[in-house]
């Protein structure tokens, strides 16, 4: 069954960097586009990042994360990483790994990112 799971979060204070890690299995992992979702208390589940399956392309759906948020991939350890700079009190959120296959949305169950001195 498809599985993933996030590590990596923690409390970092403003001004520092995270790198949130997802491991997959279950399925062919290189083959499927992942994202980066985040979901700050109070508010909806919001994409951050996308990686295609080739990972020569990535979006960022926020204009706030660009040029602080990288997402990458790996695609012998099917793992996808996100790549946190500058990190602001308003990145605080739990963030989510993301795999769609067949119209089917598979999510983690997240790692907690608080950004707070």
């Known amino acids: 069954q498809v599985q993933l799971v996030e590590s990596g979060g923690g409390l970092v204070q403003p001004g520092g960097s995270l790198r949130l890690s997802c491991a997959a299995s279950?399925?062919?992992?290189?083959?499927?586009?992942m994202r980066w979702y985040r979901q700050a208390p109070g508010k909806e589940r919001e994409l951050v990042a996308a990686?295609?399956?080739?990972?020569?392309?990535?979006?960022y759906a926020d204009d706030s994360v660009k040029g602080r948020f990288t997402i990458s991939r790996d695609n012998a350890k099917n793992t996808v990483y996100l790549q946190m700079n500058s990190l602001k009190p308003e990145d605080t959120a739990v963030y989510y790994c993301?795999?769609?296959?067949?119209?089917?949305?598979?999510w983690g169950q997240g790692t907690q990112v608080i950004v707070s001195s």
């Open positions: 993301n795999a769609r296959i067949s119209q089917k949305d598979y």
């Open positions: 279950g399925f062919i992992f290189s083959r499927y586009v």
């Open positions: 990686s295609t399956s080739a990972g020569g392309s990535t979006n």
